[in-house]
């Protein structure tokens, strides 16, 4: 049974940091490209970060220079490391992981306060 379970999202003002964490089981994680993606109120999902199989980062441009995705392939975990966070960076932040077959976390809420 394939698990992704997103931790670490919360409130934070404008500027503070978060630091998300996906933790996987029931996947051969080194085969997985990695990524968070974000859906805010009333907005269609977007691909924030994403770190390939072979360690390679893309970044959306709202938030490069600021957030920070790194896998740990022993620990079968990626995280996302989230500083001078804005307003507009409130969503529900989920997880993904996609191979041959795509598979996502539940989501965590992340606000941030102006």
């Known amino acids: 049974q394939v698990q992704l379970v997103e931790s670490g999202g919360g409130l934070v003002r404008a500027g503070g940091s978060l630091r998300l964490s996906c933790a996987t089981s029931g996947i051969t994680f080194t085969n997985y490209h990695m990524s968070w993606h974000r859906q805010a109120p009333g907005k269609q999902r977007e691909l924030v970060a994403k770190?390939?199989?072979?360690?390679?980062?893309i970044y959306a441009d709202s938030v490069k220079g600021r957030f920070t995705i790194a896998r740990d392939n022993a620990k079968n975990t990626v995280d996302l490391q989230m500083n001078s966070l804005k307003p507009e960076d409130t969503a529900i932040y989920y997880c993904?992981?996609?191979?041959?077959?795509?598979?996502w976390g539940q989501g965590t809420q992340v606000i941030v306060s102006s």
């Open positions: 993904n992981a996609q191979a041959f077959r795509s598979h």
């Open positions: 770190v390939t199989s072979g360690g390679s980062t």
